[in-house]
């Protein structure tokens, strides 16, 4: 509980939720750490990330409250003393602030001390719950490296909780805009009808990022782009945007689409066409110099981990056969942008002088995940003037003009959620699997080929536009 995490997301997160009204009244935070801290040092931790990060206005009397109930151990995670510390203090809150022995634990640790952490957790009788009380835990990808490893790593897991227990973070289901590709799917009538193979000429989910790895060599080298990023946030994205409508909203009604839709995908026929890959060189972004991926603080000079990573898929059913979904995620590009574009056919017939038609694009509806959070819808519109010339124009609905309030950070609605038990934004392992199944063929065909340079602040490597050219199609410029 005291790593960039932490710091950045969670304990603002929690500092929200509470200054919303929406902590239950029994909340206490525990945080759980090697760093040898006392309380008060924990505490004044968790104040710097709330005054750096929290989205809502800082209240004092929120904070001393929250503060009151924070508790702090401090131990390896292989200590099974620590950990029976660890369960003393949460009996002590059961009694002194009413937790009557619910609790969440939130592994917010490298994955290889999962094992270790779940063992110890067992050990000390904290994953066992008693006279109707919860005992949950959540985990944050990496969900293991490869179909292989995601197993194993369930199976640590299901040996200390029950799967209805655990919680499988995807921060980007928390997003507003990623729930509202429901609304705007399975609210309206506009849409649905247009949303198939008749319709569609192909679907672009874009993940870009200006900044680089950062800090976070250790993390990212032998990780990479399509572990990072496509195996969980992409191929939610795409999940949502192209299942079916489901019963209900609840959880079991909800992922079973998911699920059946993911099962559809396959993985291109022939890896080197349809996929492209790059390492981001040194050069400037922003007015200022830039280091290469390899020159990063911590990075292996000679790693052939991708920083950008772009995917062909199909889906193989009735509604999407022929119909491509383009997935790419990179760092260092060109601004930050996350959007799915659902691009539609040309109009059968145009009967227009064709020279008057050359600035018509195709039509496309884009969901804008961020950082401009909206939907805009891009069409064909007469230019004034005595001529009949048409070129593409937008309409646009932002969430900043349409809400007078800001959207809740992701890590907001997905605590409130583990706290409440209700689970339909958390992929099940069934989800991981098949996300692995999906990428495995493509990340052992790219493991230890040469991988290309990129430009900072550029679109990506060359193949990105390659792998695109072969179909006839180009990405789009957010
Ligand atoms: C994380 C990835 O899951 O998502 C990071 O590990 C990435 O590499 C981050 O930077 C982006 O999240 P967001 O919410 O800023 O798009």
Redesign the pocket.
């Known amino acids: 509980m005291t790593g960039d995490l932490a710091r950045n997301k969670l304990l603002p997160a929690i500092y929200d939720l509470a200054n919303r009204g929406l902590l239950p009244p029994s909340f206490a935070l525990t945080g759980f750490a090697r760093r040898d801290w006392t309380l008060e040092h924990f505490v004044d931790v968790v104040h710097e990330s709330v005054v750096k990060g929290a989205r809502t206005p800082y209240v004092e009397s929120t904070w001393q409250e929250l503060a009151r109930r924070i508790r702090f151990v401090s131990g390896s995670f292989d200590d099974q003393d620590a950990f029976d510390r660890l369960a003393d203090t949460v009996r002590e809150l059961d009694e002194e602030i009413g937790t009557e022995g619910n609790h969440a634990f939130y592994l917010s640790v490298p994955p290889s001390s999962f094992p270790v952490v779940l063992s110890r957790l067992s050990q000390s009788g904290l994953s066992k719950s008693a006279n109707g009380s919860w005992r949950r835990v959540v985990i944050e990808?990496p969900f293991g490296s490869d179909l292989q490893t995601a197993k194993e790593l369930d199976e640590v897991l299901s040996a200390v909780f029950a799967p209805e227990d655990v919680f499988r973070i995807d921060?980007?289901l928390g997003?507003e805009t990623v729930q509202n590709l429901m609304a705007l799917r399975f609210a309206n009538q506009l849409f649905e009808p247009l949303w198939n193979s008749h319709w569609v000429d192909h679907v672009q989910i874009t993940?870009a990022?200006d900044?680089g790895?950062g800090t976070?060599a250790g993390?990212?080298d032998g990780i990479g782009a399509a572990r990072?990023?496509i195996q969980?946030?992409l191929l939610q994205l795409l999940a949502l945007t192209a299942m079916e409508e489901p019963a209900s909203f609840e959880a079991a009604a909800l992922r079973a689409e998911k699920i059946k839709v993911l099962s559809a995908v396959r993985g291109p026929r022939d890896i080197d066409l349809h996929t492209a890959r790059g390492q981001y060189g040194a050069g400037w972004q922003g007015g200022a110099p830039v280091n290469g991926f390899l020159d990063e603080d911590g990075m292996n000079p000679n790693s052939t981990t991708e920083t950008f990573a772009a995917i062909r898929l199909d889906i193989e059913n009735r509604r999407w056969a022929g119909v491509p979904f383009y997935l790419r995620a990179g760092?260092r590009l060109g601004r930050?942008v996350?959007e799915i574009a659902v691009v539609f056919k040309r109009a059968p017939h145009l009967p227009f002088d064709p020279v008057s038609t050359s600035q018509l694009g195709l039509n496309a509806l884009v969901i804008r995940v961020?950082p401009d959070e909206g939907v805009t819808i891009r069409f064909g519109a007469k230019t004034p003037g005595t001529k009949m010339e048409v070129r593409d124009v937008t309409m646009d609905f932002g969430y900043g003009h349409a809400f007078t309030e800001n959207s809740p950070e992701?890590y907001e609605r997905l605590l409130l959620d583990v706290l409440i038990g209700d689970p339909p934004l958390f992929p099940l392992q069934r989800e991981v699997e098949l996300s692995w199944q999906i990428l495995d063929p493509i990340l052992e065909h790219w493991d230890g080929q040469p991988i290309e340079q990129y430009r900072p602040g550029s679109w990506g490597p060359d193949s990105a536009e390659r792998m695109m050219a072969v179909d006839g199609r180009e990405w789009r410029r957010p």
């Open positions: 990808k921060h980007y997003k993940m990022e900044i790895i976070r993390y990212y990072d990023v969980n946030h760092k930050r996350t961020q992701a």
